[in-house]
């Protein structure tokens, strides 16, 4: 999965052409083992800007995608979506395993920045990422503030692409997601901050310039547990991974000196 401006070859003998020239389109391809291309969605916005960010594939063997925007994009040909003028908007798009459009939802407005996208046991999806003063969800329905400068914000969709709730976290400084995984009954979200932020009601300033966090987080959207940690400059969390015991790993990087779970 990924992005491309004009033109990308998928094969030898496929090659995809965004039909008004040096604009951005977005793609999905499947290959067999061997690296034959077998299917592939192909998407195109007659904006300025249009990149996945994340890619799931859920139970059923649905696509999930969520990224940016800009301009105008026409969904599976039947899902016409617009971001606003001059500025961009977030997408979040259901496929089939045939890659069919299922859905395509663009309710988080221009003040977030969807990062990660996951899926529960039930199919249910959830996307996080990054927002600045208020973000919306499904026409106002759900609405969040942030508490200072860039927040975290999670939400989610039924199967079928209805917005469930919207939920957060931060501090009076920036607070950035890098990465969010579903496991069992609960999400788990790691990144950045910077001074002090809230975390559902646990309360962590950083020992240096930015610190790590990992939060937990049930299905409804309560935060249950967290830790955070780092050193005297620049720490962060960056990717999440689970194993077949339901155990989280966490992957991030330091600057200088690191303390973990300080």
């Avoid at 249009?50 to 940016?68: A, R, Y």
């Avoid at 790691?190 to 009601?201: K, M, R, S, V």
């Avoid at 999440?240 to 690191?258: P, R």
């Amino acid at each position: 999965a990924g992005s491309y401006s004009d033109s990308i070859s998928l094969s030898p003998t496929v090659k995809l052409k965004h039909t008004a020239g040096n604009y951005y389109g977005i793609f999905v391809a499947k290959y067999s083992t061997t690296g034959t291309l077998l299917s592939y969605i192909h998407e195109q916005s007659n904006g300025s800007s249009f990149v996945i960010k994340d890619f799931k594939i859920d139970n059923l063997g649905n696509l999930l995608i969520c990224g940016l925007y800009s301009g105008t994009v026409n969904f599976g040909g039947t899902s016409p979506l617009t971001a606003p003028n001059l500025g961009y908007s977030n997408f979040v798009a259901k496929y089939t395993s045939s890659m069919t459009l299922l859905w395509a939802k663009s309710d988080v407005d221009n003040a977030g920045q969807v990062v990660s996208i996951d899926y529960d046991n039930s199919n249910n999806v959830y996307i996080a990422g990054n927002h600045y003063g208020t973000i919306s969800l499904n026409n106002g329905a759900f609405s969040r503030t942030s508490a200072g400068q860039y927040d975290v914000f999670i939400a989610k969709y039924t199967p079928t692409g209805t917005a469930s709730w919207l939920s957060g976290f931060g501090g009076t400084s920036d607070d950035y997601l890098a990465d969010m995984i579903c496991t069992g009954s609960y999400l788990y979200l790691t990144g950045t901050f910077y001074g002090t932020t809230t975390i559902g009601t646990d309360i962590y300033t950083s020992n240096g310039v930015a610190d790590y966090y990992l939060a937990q987080v049930n299905l409804t959207g309560t935060f249950q547990n967290s830790l955070a940690g780092g050193g005297p400059d620049f720490d962060s969390g960056n990717v999440l991974v689970e194993d077949s015991n339901f155990e989280i790993y966490l992957g991030g990087g330091f600057y200088g000196s690191f303390e973990f779970d300080a």
